[in-house]
């Protein structure tokens, strides 16, 4: 029952993802809110106009970022590198 229990929550926190991801995208997440690290480094470099690499753990990620890197006065490319491996 314990690993039942498991798979339940992690189905919870996957459908809570989802729709916390929808909701950003659509622009109406100004109920969520969030927390990050390192933001005034990135302002800082894009007021001095220096490149910089910021690093994610996957792809989900980039979606959610992207709506609020669109908040700088900059463009920011972001390169993906896809190395799922199938056994």
Known sequence: IKSVLKIYRSYIML????????VVS??????????????????????????????GSHIGNWGIASQYLMNYDSNINVLVYDVERVS
Do not use: P, W, Y
Request: net charge positive; charged share 20%.
């Open 15 to 22: 459908g809570q993802t989802l729709i916390d991801r929808v």
């Open 26 to 55: 659509a622009g109406i997440g100004g109920k969520i809110t969030s927390e990050s690290f390192g933001a005034e480094n990135l302002r800082a470099m894009v007021a001095h106009k220096k490149g910089g690499i910021l690093l």
